[in-house]
C-alpha cells in the first residue's frame, strides 16, 4: 500500500513540475517574466531541475536587466548541460553586463591537455564509454577463445590489448572528470558591490572590490567568510552572503 502512494505521490508530483513548467514557458512568451520566474521556481521547489529549466530562468532574469541571477542560473544549467551552445552564447551575452573584467589566465602545460581531453564529456558519459569498452574486450575476448585461425586470434588479441587500455582511460577520466567536478566550487558575486579582503575579517585591508555577476571560484570556509579565486589568480576573502555557489 505504501508503494502504491509512493507512486501516486511521485507521478503527481512530476505532473504538477510539468504543468508548472509549461506555464513559465507561457507567461515568458508572453513577456510576462516575473510571474514566469515564480511558475519555474515552483519547480524547482518540487524537487525538479534540468538544464532546460535553469535556462528559461536564467533568460527571465536576463530580459528583467538582473544580472547576477542571470548568469547564476546560466551556470546552473551548464553544470548540467556543459556542451549546449544556447546556454554557453546567452552567458556570455549576459556576463557583458558585469562591471568588473576580470582577466581569465589560461591553463597551460599538461594540467591543461588532460583537462581539455576530460573535459570533453561529464564523468557519467566516460562511465558508460568504459562499459562500452568492456563490452567490446569481451566480444574481442571471446572470438580469441573461440577462432581456429591463428591470424584471427593474434587480430582478436590485440583488439583486447586496445580495448584495455580504452577502459584504462575511460575510467580514470571518469575518476579525474569527478574529482574535478567534486573540488570546483564556482560562484557568483549576487552583492550589488562587495570587497575581498586579505583576512576573514571586516578589518582586513581591502584586495578588490567586485560587483554583482562577476564569478569566483571557493575554496575554503572560516565562520562566515569565504576563501576566494578569480579568475586571474586573485585570492581573498569575501562575506559569505554576498555570493552565492552554483554547485
Known amino acids: 500500500m505504501k508503494n502504491i502512494l509512493y507512486i501516486l505521490l511521485l507521478v503527481s508530483q512530476i ?9 513559465g514557458n507561457e507567461l515568458y512568451k508572453n513577456g510576462k517574466y516575473e510571474q514566469a520566474i515564480d511558475a519555474y521556481n515552483s519547480v524547482l521547489s518540487a524537487n525538479k531541475q534540468s538544464a532546460e529549466l535553469y535556462f528559461n530562468l536564467g533568460n ?5 536587466n538582473k544580472v547576477a541571477p542571470a548568469i547564476y542560473n546560466y551556470e546552473k544549467a551548464l553544470v548540467l548541460n556543459p556542451n549546449d551552445g544556447d546556454i554557453q552564447n546567452n552567458l556570455k551575452f549576459a ?19 588532460l583537462r581539455d ?14 562499459v562500452a569498452f568492456s ?11 573461440f577462432s581456429a585461425l591463428t591470424l584471427n586470434k593474434r587480430l582478436f588479441f590485440f583488439g583486447m590489448f586496445v580495448m584495455l587500455v580504452a577502459v584504462a582511460i575511460s575510467v580514470s577520466s571518469a575518476a579525474f572528470e569527478k574529482s574535478y567536478f567534486k573540488n570546483e566550487r564556482p560562484a557568483i558575486v549576487f552583492a550589488e558591490m562587495t570587497e575581498v579582503k586579505s583576512e576573514p575579517q571586516k578589518m582586513g585591508a581591502d584586495v578588490v572590490v567586485l560587483h554583482e555577476g ?5 575554496k575554503e570556509t572560516v565562520d562566515n567568510w569565504k576563501k576566494v579565486q578569480l579568475t586571474d589568480g586573485t585570492e ?3 562575506d559569505s552572503e554576498a555570493i552565492r555557489e552554483v554547485k
Not at 505532473?15 to 506555464?23: L, P, S, T
Not at 556576463?95 to 591537455?113: M, N
Open 95 to 113: 556576463q557583458k553586463r558585469t562591471v568588473d573584467e576580470i582577466k581569465v589566465v589560461p591553463k597551460v602545460g599538461f594540467a591543461k591537455l
Open 60 to 64: 527571465c532574469y536576463y530580459k528583467l
Open 135 to 145: 563490452v567490446l574486450f569481451l566480444v574481442c575476448f571471446l572470438g580469441y577463445y
Open 117 to 130: 581531453f576530460t573535459g570533453m564529456y561529464h564523468y557519467n558519459s566516460w562511465a558508460w564509454i568504459a
Open 236 to 238: 581573498g576573502w569575501i
Open 15 to 23: 505532473f504538477f513540475a510539468q504543468e508548472a513548467f509549461d506555464k
Open 214 to 218: 562577476t564569478k569566483v571560484f571557493v
